[in-house]
């Protein structure tokens, strides 16, 4: 475990190194805190200069097959990482900024675990009463009812398990101590920063579409690697992500069978989370976290037309992943 967390410490300094401050479109830091990780990142990384800014990119290592490529045409952005190497393998508009859709329940999480770890008022068994507002939360839900009682980790689960944006309404709101929603969007869009997030940008917290598009949740495909690689430090978050089934309301007659969407969790070998989205203007979407032979890899795409065309690409991206580290 301790191998583990210290290996997704060094990749996301490798992430934040690849991207560059001067990357076409990219903001330069503006704080304190921003230049000295800027600095580190340089000091750090294998292919960053010895200043970390005003250097390439590192070029892509895998040249995809025409298969592949084809399919890598019909999507919006992607980035492909080894995480015990430390190396982008692949990438897309990897730092174009896009629609994440239900992939922004992996902050609304990263948040609410932080708090509890922090034991900042709140454990995974603290007691939440659902209000009327997230009760009203549409979409992929576990249909709240106002005034029922449930665990913030039972929440928890069903945010990150079946997706459920009533849940993720709920787990917000217990968070903040005046259960004020902008409160905890606010909480998201610092802790992005605090990230290196700077493209990301939150208006709520499950990830449905905004009235407009700039009103969608955003951020790039190398931004969202580094915040799952932050939540791939608890372990909770992590059991969640890799569960295929679970039930709400256990024992319940309104019992909800929970089946997480990623697909490639029993379709795809070694495949343990993290989130899917999708919304129509970001397509379909999928942060997944593979492990073969001992070594983890790491793949974010967004903007494909179905649920097939992304899975295919990803499990098929994986296996070019990994012929790719074997070597």
């Not at 890598?72 to 982008?88: H, K, P, Q």
């Not at 239900?102 to 932080?114: C, G, P, R």
């Not at 509890?116 to 979409?139: D, M």
């Amino acid at each position: 475990m301790r191998r583990q967390l210290r290996l997704i410490a060094f990749v996301t300094i490798i992430i934040a190194a690849v991207a560059g401050s001067v990357v076409t479109g990219s903001d330069p830091p503006t704080t304190a805190a921003e230049r000295a990780h800027a600095a580190e990142s340089g000091r750090s990384a294998r292919h960053a200069g010895p200043t970390g800014i005003s250097q390439p990119k590192v070029p892509a290592m895998i040249t995809l097959p025409p298969t592949l490529r084809r399919q890598a045409a019909r999507m919006s952005a992607g980035i492909l990482l080894d995480i015990d190497g430390g190396n982008v393998l692949w990438q897309k508009n990897a730092d174009a900024p896009v629609p994440m859709a239900s992939m922004s329940k992996m902050m609304t999480a990263l948040i609410a675990v932080e708090r509890i770890k922090a034991r900042e008022y709140l454990a995974l068994e603290t007691p939440t009463t659902v209000s009327r507002a997230a009760a009203a939360i549409g979409g992929s839900q576990v249909w709240l009812a106002p005034g029922e009682v449930f665990t913030l980790g039972e929440l928890l689960q069903a945010t990150l398990v079946k997706s459920a944006n009533d849940a993720a309404h709920a787990v917000a709101e217990a968070v903040v101590p005046d259960g004020n929603i902008r409160s905890f969007v606010t909480l998201m869009n610092r802790r992005a920063r605090a990230l290196g997030m700077p493209r990301g940008r939150f208006h709520n917290v499950h990830g449905l579409p905004g009235g407009k598009p700039a009103l969608d949740n955003r951020a790039s495909c190398r931004e969202m690697s580094r915040l799952a690689l932050e939540l791939l430090k608890h372990p909770e978050a992590r059991n969640w992500c890799k569960t295929r089934v679970a039930v709400f309301r256990d024992g319940s007659e309104h019992a909800v069978e929970m089946r997480n969407p990623n697909r490639l969790l029993s379709r795809c070998e070694g495949v343990n989370g993290i989130k899917t989205g999708y919304t129509r203007r970001a397509g379909y979407c999928v942060v997944a976290t593979c492990v073969r032979h001992n070594r983890m890899l790491m793949a974010v795409v967004t903007g494909f037309r179905t649920k097939n065309d992304r899975e295919r690409f990803v499990a098929d991206l994986l296996d070019c992943g990994y012929e790719s580290v074997r070597q």
